[in-house]
């Protein structure tokens, strides 16, 4: 079956801002999607969190937009919206009728424009409550909330970005002042940083008189500062463990595994790689470790995309009451083992190539992630074309460039183990231990 094909346009304004438009008129909607070139890796040490506090801060009004009226005029309007921080990205966008179009391209120049006419420490220390409560809710509070956060301080040292999580520190946060927060918005929320993308029932021409009226009067900022050298040793060079005490119903052992940088063609052999362990309840590791040898409640593999020095590879099982979490480790190790020494079976690869075809091919039928996805491959790679060939590329991936990617990845001295154990259960092997 042929591939199907994301037809769209692609320039730049005299400011810098880059629009990328693609037609779909089978649906009378259309989706804005706005991402600007700073994530966490951009901040400076002692001034973390700041890319995710403007997610939040991003919905407090500016110039002609009061305090949450962006939420509401989107609403009322038919639409829906958000934002997402992310360590090499931010990203803005919205979904509504396309005779709604101009309100939400208004919208958002807006805020790139006049934010800080509307920010004041009122808004700023409001928004840092916020922040310090998602951080209670998703990671402290959270049974296992922490294992990303500790993953990425063992996979990336202390001088990295990638060894904070996009939440930052609270410490952070709240030793930052109003001045510190308006320059990180000066630096990095210009159209020059940005990629604006709008797909579904709009006219290309229209679009850009509306883009040009609304965004063409902001001004570019030249002196976006470089990110330094963030290059990494392919591999971490050691094993690291940690057992983690929490409040937490049942043991679950997490691993994870330096993997290469988002764009590499090995990280689209570990995407499969990951199909073939955990994609669904044919995969390996559900076969035996939950299905057959009943050893685990549930099993996880997939791979986290990064562009600064390399990616994470990772995965979890939760054990099952009455089983040793050593055993579980163990089959868990031997089934990633396996995919270093055995080829996949065609049926196997035409089944995780078939799951990634109906996740790939679920996605781009919807305008917003065609919006998103464009916006993300012309950001992170200056090439929107990647929109039309991340599938092929995805099925092009061989049984031998998977066994070689385990190799080189599924290493012992390449591996984080995290083990969290239920309190009482953790106290009591220190007792014994003792």
Known sequence: MPVPRVDFTDERLPNGLRLIVAEDHLAPVVAVNLWYDVGSKHE?????????????????????????????LVQAAG????????????????????????????????????????LSQENLD?????????????????PYGSWNEKL?????????????????S??????????????????????????????????????????????????????????????????????????????????RVYFGFRAPVYGDPRLDAIDIASQLLAGGKGSRLHRRLVRDERLAQDVAFFALGFLGG?????????????????????VYLEELDRLTTEL???????????????????????????????????????????????LPRYLSVTAEQIRDVARAVFRPDNRVVLTYLPEADAAGAAEVAA
């Open 44 to 72: 400076q040490p002692g001034k973390t969190g700041f890319a995710h506090l403007f997610e939040h801060v991003m919905f407090q009004g500016s110039a002609h937009v009061k305090k949450a009226e962006h939420i509401a």
């Open 170 to 251: 609270m410490d952070d946060l709240n030793a930052a002042s109003l001045e510190d927060v308006s320059q990180f918005f000066r630096t990095y929320y210009a159209p020059n940083n940005a990629v604006l993308s709008v797909v579904g029932d709009a006219d290309h021409d229209q679009v850009r008189a509306w883009v040009d009226k609304y965004f063409g009067r902001i001004p570019a900022n030249p002196a976006i500062p470089p990110l330094p050298d963030l290059s990494l040793p392919a591999i971490l060079g050691q094993e690291r463990r940690e057992v983690v005490p929490d409040k937490v119903p049942l043991p």
């Open 152 to 168: 990425q301080a063992h996979l990336f040292p202390p001088e990295h970005p990638y060894h904070h999580p996009t939440i930052g």
């Open 310 to 330: 390399a990616s994470i590879s990772a995965g979890w099982a939760t054990v099952r009451p009455g089983v040793d979490v050593d055993k579980v480790e163990a």
């Open 79 to 118: 639409g829906t919206m958000n934002g997402t921080t992310w360590l090499d990205r931010t990203n803005y966008f919205e979904t509504l009728p396309s005779h709604q179009l101009e309100l939400a391209l208004w919208l958002e120049a807006d805020r790139m424009a006049t934010l800080l006419d509307a």
């Open 126 to 142: 409001n928004q840092r409550e916020v922040v310090k409560n998602e951080k209670r809710w998703s990671y402290d509070n959270r």
């Open 344 to 390: 996949a079976s065609d049926d196997e690869l035409a089944r995780a190539k078939a799951l990634i075809e109906a996740d790939e091919l679920g996605a781009l039928s919807r305008v917003e992630e065609r919006a998103d996805r464009l916006s993300m491959y012309a950001t992170l790679f200056d090439d929107p074309e990647l929109v039309n060939q991340m």
